[in-house]
């Protein structure tokens, strides 16, 4: 299947879900992060979910991460289709973007290169650990500013598609997890 329709059709079944369901689903993928094998790192970046878009809530995760004193950094649109990152901190305040999302206003912002775990939001996935998002290429532009051997892991609430997407393109950075309310997928050579 090409991604324009997968990505159709999980946009149409994610809308399927009540809030208790997202509720339930994303303490579920939270409390599953904590069996990876990631809590020896340090730098961890994470999105703030777009509630109208019924995304996997990340408060749960967040909370887990600055409960081990990590640091959390944060995505910030800063033009058509670049983003920056940003330390969470006490202090930081956000603001909603005109897509919904929470932002930080300000504060400071951390290279891609320090980071070595990036949680990635996602409509849909494959068994190969191909991931589709909204189809702006953001997260494959940011993966590109990473390390090499950064650890990607998808969040969903569905499991994986299990025909490969027809339409990858070179520039689809695969992922190396995917966390699902029943199951965490380990792609590759991990
Ligand atoms: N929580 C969260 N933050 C994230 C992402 C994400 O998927 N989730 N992104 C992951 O890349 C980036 C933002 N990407 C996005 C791209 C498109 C739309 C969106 O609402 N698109 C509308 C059309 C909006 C318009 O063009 O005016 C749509 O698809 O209907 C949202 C986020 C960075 N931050
Ligand atoms: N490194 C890059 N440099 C320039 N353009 C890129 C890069 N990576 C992806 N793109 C472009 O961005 C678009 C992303 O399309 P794709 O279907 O892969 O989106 P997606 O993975 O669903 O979206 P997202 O990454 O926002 O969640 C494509 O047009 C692609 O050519």
Excluded at 88 to 104: A, G, V
Excluded at 127 to 136: H, L, M, S, T, V
Aim: proline share 5%; net charge neutral.
């Amino acid at each position: 299947m090409l991604k324009k329709d997968i990505r159709y059709k999980y946009s149409k079944l994610r809308s399927s879900l009540s809030q208790s369901q997202i509720t339930d689903n994303s303490i579920a993928i939270a409390n599953s992060a904590l069996s990876l094998p990631i809590w020896s790192y340090h730098y961890f970046h994470i999105f703030l979910s777009i509630k109208n878009k019924l995304e996997i809530d990340t408060e749960g995760l967040i909370s887990i991460l600055l409960g081990y004193d990590k640091h959390v950094v944060v995505p910030k649109i800063v033009s058509n289709n670049q983003l920056e990152h940003y330390l969470l901190t006490d202090s930081t305040k956000f603001s909603y973007n005109s897509l919904h999302i929470p932002e930080p206003v300000d504060g400071i912002t951390i290279d891609p290169l320090k980071l070595e775990v990036v949680f990635i939001p996602l409509l849909a996935f494959d068994i190969k650990g191909n991931r589709i998002g909204y189809g702006k290429g953001y997260y494959d532009r940011f993966l590109k500013e990473c390390r090499r051997d950064v650890v990607k892991i998808g969040l969903s609430f569905f499991e994986a598609e299990k025909e490969p997407f027809d339409d990858v393109l070179p520039t689809d950075i695969p992922l190396d997890y995917c966390i699902t309310p029943n199951k965490t997928y380990t792609f590759n050579a991990l």
